[in-house]
């Protein structure tokens, strides 16, 4: 019998430590083990407790929770969610987080994001992070070296009309980037799903462009593909492939949740499949749950190309081995052959 997945939330508002409080002790398999109001209280009850996840607040009193972080990854490392609030502020501290050692983010209950929607996600959150070693993932990370840009014949790609279509969930903000960074600017027009509430996903598309040869972008409704290119879904919006003629553009619109999500890889894919069919590649990264691998069956069974990630490399192998007992993917490589794969999959 498997044991309850044992949770410290750490926040410094009264109200959200008793939401997240009463929410989660609802849910199978976890345990609420204690709260705490900043980091001091929060480190001595980490020693005492010995939480399996920690549910971590960005702004607090006395230390905010990027300081925190970077001292519980050097000396306690072990599985963090950011809670942060719906800011572009917010969102730029989030990703400064998951940079540096966090797995997930969610952000706080509000009007707009509501506590059962809340609730349900940042228990899958937990169930998904409570087993992964933060420890020898911070040290394969420390290991790594980053992307070498492939090269790709300009020839090829100024005479077709291709596109790569990329989706992730968990741990996907590191893997994405490793995927980008390696793109050559004469890089197929990209379109990326990652699993993100608002607001981040602005500030993680202009981390990207900032680290990448190619342009990355916050999609808006109407953006067409380009080569060198990639468009980035907004946080709770779908977005969609549409085409035009020759033209590949992207749809944003708003939809009910799919696979508790939205964006949603399946949605992206589907949508790619119906319109570009063989022109396309599709890639499946780190993530929880099973969104992305109807889409990616779709996708193949219309003539393009696939990929997945490989367990070794992957932070939740959630997402890719879904896909792959779909029987989606025609290769599963690590996240390092990620992007040459998929441009090999496109010259040929």
Do not use: W
């Amino acid at each position: 019998m498997e044991t309850d997945i044992k949770v410290l939330i750490v926040d410094d508002s009264a109200v959200v430590r008793k939401v997240f409080r009463n929410e989660l002790s609802r849910e199978r398999g976890i345990k609420i083990i204690g709260t705490a109001p900043d980091p001091y209280v929060a480190r001595d009850k980490i020693v005492k407790l010995k939480p399996d996840v920690i549910t971590l607040d960005i702004e607090m009193p006395r230390m905010d929770g990027i300081t925190f972080l970077k001292k519980l990854m050097k000396y306690y490392p072990l599985p963090v969610i950011i809670v942060s609030s719906l800011t572009p502020k917010g969102g730029k501290m989030a990703l400064e987080a998951l940079a540096g050692g966090a797995l997930e983010v969610i952000s706080k209950p509000s009007a707009a994001y509501s506590v059962g929607d809340m609730s349900i996600q940042l228990a899958d959150k937990i169930r998904a992070v409570a087993r992964v070693n933060v420890k020898e993932r911070l040290n394969s990370v420390h290991r790594s070296h980053p992307a070498k840009p492939v090269t790709l014949s300009r020839a090829l790609i100024a005479s077709t009309n291709k596109i790569i279509a990329i989706g992730a969930s968990t741990g996907g903000t590191e893997a994405i980037k490793t995927v980008l960074t390696g793109m050559p600017p004469n890089s197929p027009g990209i379109v990326i799903v990652q699993h993100m509430p608002a607001n981040f996903t602005t500030s993680f598309a202009e981390r990207l462009d900032s680290l990448s040869q190619i342009t990355v972008k916050e999609a808006h409704d109407g953006d067409s593909i380009a080569n060198g290119q990639a468009l980035l879904a907004p946080g709770n919006f779908h977005m969609l492939l549409k085409r035009s003629g020759a033209r590949y553009y992207v749809q944003v619109k708003n939809g009910p949740l799919v696979h508790h999500q939205r964006p949603a890889a399946d949605v992206l894919f589907k949508s790619v499949a119906n319109y570009a069919g063989a022109n396309a590649v599709g890639i499946i990264l780190t993530g929880m749950g099973s969104d992305g691998a109807a889409g990616l069956l779709e996708m193949k069974q219309a003539g393009a190309r696939t990929v997945a990630q490989d367990e070794k490399s992957c932070v939740v192998f959630g997402m890719p081995k879904e896909a792959i007992k779909l029987g989606a993917i025609d290769k599963v490589v690590s996240l390092g052959d990620i992007t040459k794969t998929a441009l090999k999959m496109i010259e040929n």
